[in-house]
């Protein structure tokens, strides 16, 4: 009995300087903390922000032609696009281009089906308000020009 006792003894006191040592050597090693908003963190190459319009660079306007291939693809219904075709214009524009990214499951599958790579990731990952309702009525025809005067429906 005293035995098992005594070896507990010594089991825990090496479970504890096993601990201290790893406390010390953390210590004086330089953390990764970054003191946001005044430090920005490095993304990594891959990161998933909110789906964007990607726009054309001779135009302006978004590439998107409200083919609906990403609304239809999309697993979690969160994608809403409305088209017409502007005057004198050969293919279709988006009116309306929502998201409610309350929603999205950031799959890539609205990214993947577009057949004219009209969406993209966006590398924004400071999203930040006291609600929910601006993320779940985001307008993504509000950062590209549009063809039409009034820009959304």
Sequence with gaps: MIKSYVRDII????????????TIKVMFTKGNTVEWPRQTAQLPEKFRGHIMLVPNESTGFAKCIACGSCVRACPSNCITVKGAKPEGAKKKSPTLFALDFTKCSL???????????????????????????????MNLLDDVASPFSGGSE
């Design 11 to 22: 089991t825990g006191l090496g479970s504890l300087l096993t601990g201290m040592k790893v």
């Design 107 to 137: 799959c890539g599958l609205c990214v993947e089906s577009c057949p004219v790579d009209a969406i993209t990731f966006s590398r924004d990952y400071a999203l930040v308000d006291y609600s929910s309702k601006p993320f779940s009525a």
